[in-house]
C-alpha cells in the first residue's frame, strides 16, 4: 500500500540555520509529490510540487525539494530559515491512477519551531 | 477573489447532535474533498467527489454523510454514530493542471468539539 513517513514529529532550527524536512514514501510507480505548510488553525497551503522533468523543485517563501527515486525522497529544504517559517509541513503523494486518481496520501507532518 | 470557504470556524455540538460543515468553492473544480486532522496523525480522508452527484468514501467514512448538488458546494454531515468527532475537519478542491498532476487547495478548516 502507498504511505508516506515523515520520520521526524518535530525539529527546532536557530532563524537564520539551514533546514531539511525528511520525507519517504512508497509507492508502485512513479509518485506525485506535494509539500504543504500549516500554519497553527489554519488550512493548508501548497509550497510545491513534483511530477516529472527536474528533480529539484523550487517552490514559494524560498522552498526547494529534490526527489531521489533511489532513495524513494522528496526532502523538503530552505538555505536560511526565517521565524515565520515555524508552522507543521506535510508531504503528500498523490494517486496517479484509477478511481482515486488525485486522491492524495499524506505523512504526519513535522512541526518546525524557530529559535531567535 | 477566488477561493474555498467553510463556515463556520468554530463548531460546538452536544452528544447525539448532527451537524452539517459547509464547504464552498469558487475555484470552479470539479473535485472537492473532505479530510479530519487529529494531532499526530496528519489527514485522513472522509470522503471525496470526483463530479457533481458523485462521492466516494475515504479512509474512514464511518459516522459521516455527505452531497454533491452543486459543483461549488460540499457539505458534511458528522452524525451521531460518529465516536469521537472532536477534530479539525478540512475541506479542499482540486484541479487538473496541464500534463501534471491535480492539485489540491485547502480551506481555512472547522474546529469541531463535542460537549
Known amino acids: 500500500a502507498q504511505s508516506v513517513t515523515q520520520p521526524d514529529i518535530h525539529i527546532t532550527v536557530s532563524e537564520g540555520a539551514s533546514l531539511e524536512l525528511r520525507c519517504n514514501y512508497s509507492?508502485?510507480?512513479?509518485?506525485?509529490l506535494f509539500w504543504y505548510v500549516q500554519s497553527p488553525g489554519q488550512g493548508l497551503q501548497l509550497l510545491l510540487k513534483?511530477?516529472?522533468?527536474?528533480?529539484l523543485v523550487q517552490g514559494i517563501k524560498g522552498f526547494e525539494a529534490e526527489f531521489k527515486r533511489s532513495q524513494s525522497s522528496f526532502n523538503l529544504r530552505k538555505p536560511s530559515v526565517h521565524w515565520s517559517d515555524a508552522a507543521e509541513y506535510f508531504c503528500?503523494?498523490?494517486?496517479?491512477?484509477?478511481?482515486?486518481?488525485?486522491?492524495?496520501?499524506f505523512g504526519k507532518g513535522t512541526k518546525l519551531s524557530v529559535k531567535p | 477573489d477566488g477561493g474555498i470557504t467553510q463556515s463556520p470556524k468554530y463548531l460546538f455540538r452536544k452528544e447525539g447532535q448532527n451537524v452539517t460543515l459547509s464547504c464552498e468553492q469558487n475555484?470552479?473544480?470539479?473535485?472537492m474533498y473532505w479530510y479530519r486532522q487529529d494531532p499526530g496523525q496528519g489527514l485522513r480522508l472522509i470522503y471525496y467527489?470526483?463530479?457533481?452527484?458523485?462521492?466516494q468514501k475515504g479512509d474512514i467514512a464511518e459516522g459521516y454523510s455527505v452531497s454533491r448538488e452543486k459543483k461549488e458546494s460540499f457539505p458534511l454531515t458528522v452524525t451521531s454514530a460518529q465516536k469521537n468527532p472532536t477534530a479539525f475537519y478540512l475541506c479542499?478542491?482540486?484541479?487538473?493542471?496541464?500534463?501534471?498532476?491535480?492539485?489540491?487547495?485547502f480551506g481555512p478548516g472547522t474546529r469541531l468539539t463535542v460537549l
Open positions: 467527489s470526483q463530479i457533481v452527484n458523485d462521492f
Open positions: 513534483y511530477f516529472s522533468g527536474d528533480t
Open positions: 475555484l470552479n473544480h470539479d473535485a
Open positions: 509507492y508502485g510507480a512513479t509518485p506525485y
Open positions: 479542499a478542491s482540486s484541479s487538473p493542471s496541464d500534463g501534471g498532476p491535480d492539485t489540491q487547495y
Open positions: 503528500a503523494v498523490g494517486e496517479r491512477y484509477g478511481g482515486s486518481q488525485g486522491n492524495l496520501i
